[in-house]
């Protein structure tokens, strides 16, 4: 065998050991985007009760609560991330890192000093290599969290906002996570989560015009929006975190995919240049033996002579 | 016939029970509190503690719930909790070594975790 088909042969052989591993890859994360999703589906009755009463406190009483009042001027502002513990996602994590420093542009550009809350590897792998600050982190739970993984990352960022700005609480908590639209769309967004805006919360229900029944609260309306809100901030990480953790299956499967269709290309056209190469090696043996065969019955023409 | 009211009992990341009921006992923090069709309409913020509903068809359902909320209008009640667990769903022998554990250690939270869930699966 001819060097260059050797060459060919080899690289054949290594991107076919690559194809197979990035189809097992592929065809995990099929299956744990089908489990994610389902755990978002079954996350879903506690979120939206959860916010129909949240939504009943707010609208039928006239409570002040520090969690649903803005500051007259905000001045810091946290912003939790959430990225994934793994790459191979295409571009799951710069996108959700892009969107945090969108985020975290215009908040300063508005006067407000910015705490980075991070979860997962990416992200903090991302701003430590910048060497920027990072208020607190998280990492390794991303691909499956739990409500208790929820609950970690929330009792820091509670107790932040519920503190004084002065003694270096926030005024302001967003998130930015990826939404799980479809298998194929994953978008990265942010939203604030506190200070609440009700009408917003009604619009996602989509319990907006409908008229709530005036509750009788028990023990009073102060002592449920107290109880409720951290509930409401835990579950809306919680939600978050699911989104996100589908989101990077379903992108990791994409990515996966395009990795083992371009290793199938790379394949059939490394195959072709072997198959061109083998030919070409035939052939210039064959011309060889011709020429040779020829040379050699020439001499033997002029020594008869 | 008994009026009737739809129970749905939510934990965080999934349905427990849902159904009709002709009662539903709960323990909210200023007492004990019963829900029966027609009641007015209550956002209350629930002790942990075993929440007892009496099904329509004449059976008991007994849950264990770690904290959470009730809330009844238009006839329908919901309890969210971040854990619940259903009587049947609790290993006796395991919440009681459990209790131990947590009696050993002093670990109040989970002493009364476990103590609930042992209320809960004697009342069933």
Known sequence: MGAQLRVYKRRIRSVSATKKITKAMEMIAASRVVKAQRKVAASTPYATELTRAVTAVGTGSNTRHPLTTEAENPTRAAVLLLTSDRGLAGAFNSNAIKAAEQLTERLEREGKQVDAYIVGRRGVAHYNFRERKVAESWTGFTDEPTYADAKTVAAPLIEAIEKDTAAGGVDELHIVYTEFVSMMTQSALDARLLPLRLDEVAEETGSEGEILPLYDFEPSAEDVLDALLPRYVESRIYNALLQSAASKHAATRRAMKSATDNAGELINTLSRLANAARQAEITQEISEIVGGASALADATAGSDR | ?124
């Open chain 2, 1 to 124: 016939m008994a009026a009737e009211l739809h129970v749905e009992l939510v934990a965080a990341d999934r349905q427990v029970w849902s159904g009709e009921a002709t009662l539903v006992v709960a323990r909210t923090t200023s007492g004990d509190i019963g829900v029966m069709p027609g009641h007015q309409p209550l956002l209350g913020v629930l002790e942990s503690g075993p929440v007892t509903i009496r099904t329509s068809d004449g059976g008991t359902v007994v849950a264990a719930v770690h904290g959470g909320f009730v809330s009844f209008a238009d006839n329908k009640l919901s309890l969210l909790a971040e854990i619940a667990e259903l009587s049947d769903e609790i290993d006796v022998q395991r919440t009681e070594r459990e209790l131990e554990r947590a009696k050993a250690e002093g670990d109040a939270a989970a002493e009364r975790r476990a103590d609930v869930r042992l209320r809960a699966a004697a009342a069933r």
